[in-house]
């Protein structure tokens, strides 16, 4: 089975405080995917990595790094947390032959 | 260009039908469909290809009219593991394995006894 694994499910952090959420996927995959879901705003996407090292902005990059040194591995970096950046997080790598995506059970960070 | 889904929610009882559309103002190449639970992460149920096939997983099958660049989801006889939010995810361009979807602001399901 595949696993997506993202290593907090809770995060309380301050304001200003720099935050990463961890993603590791177990298949291989190149291509992967980081969103923010908000209540009546759905799912929206932030950052992709098609490889390693390889980035491309969301729709919604501002605030946000990520940093892709391993295939394996995805992060999500908030430089410096706001209130606004109160959301939970979901990252996913797509199997390419089918465009399935594998979603991880998401990181739920409230920023204080 | 993010897909309406409609209806924004439904309540059904164990064994009823509903229908899920999604509609896209631009051209679509495929749609995508999938499931969540509540505190769980969304679980894939299918992909539609341009072509207006239909496909079927158990009770769930969908449809894709690409002229119209709406899908619709059809949940037959509905079971109380059906309950949850449907998100379609629509992709416009054949862009091969980037899969960056826009995606609908889901349907929520709820099934009771």
């Known amino acids: 089975d595949v696993k997506v694994t993202q290593s907090s499910r809770y995060l309380v952090k301050r304001t200003g405080e720099k935050v990463f959420l961890e993603c590791v996927q177990d298949?291989?995959?190149?291509?992967m995917f980081w969103y923010r879901q908000d209540p009546g705003l759905g799912l929206r996407l932030i950052y992709f990595s098609y490889d390693v090292k390889m980035k491309e902005k969301g729709d919604i990059p501002e605030g946000y790094s990520v940093s892709r040194e391993k295939k394996e591995r995805f992060s999500l970096i908030l430089e410096s947390a706001s209130t606004n950046q109160t959301s939970m997080y979901l990252c996913?790598?797509?199997?390419?032959?089918?465009?399935?995506?594998?979603f991880g059970e998401g990181s739920r960070l409230t920023v204080l | 260009q993010q897909p309406v889904q409609s209806p924004q929610a439904v309540i059904l009882r164990e064994g009823e039908d509903a229908v899920i559309n999604c509609s896209s103002s631009?051209?679509?190449?495929?749609v995508h469909w999938y499931r969540q639970k509540h505190g769980e992460a969304p679980v894939f149920l299918m992909i539609l290809l341009k072509g207006g096939e239909q496909k079927g997983h158990e009770k769930i099958s969908a449809s894709f009219n690409e002229k119209k660049q709406q899908s619709s989801l059809y949940l037959t006889a509905s079971q109380l593991s059906y309950s949850g939010t449907y998100f379609c995810?629509?992709?416009?361009?054949?862009?091969?394995?980037?899969?960056?979807?826009?995606w609908g602001l889901g349907t929520s399901l709820a099934v009771n006894p």
């Open positions: 298949m291989d995959h190149e291509n």
């Open positions: 631009k051209a679509l190449y495929s």
């Open positions: 996913a790598s797509v199997f390419p032959n089918t465009g399935e995506l594998f």
């Open positions: 995810g629509t992709e416009s361009t054949g862009a091969g394995n980037n899969r960056k979807l826009i």
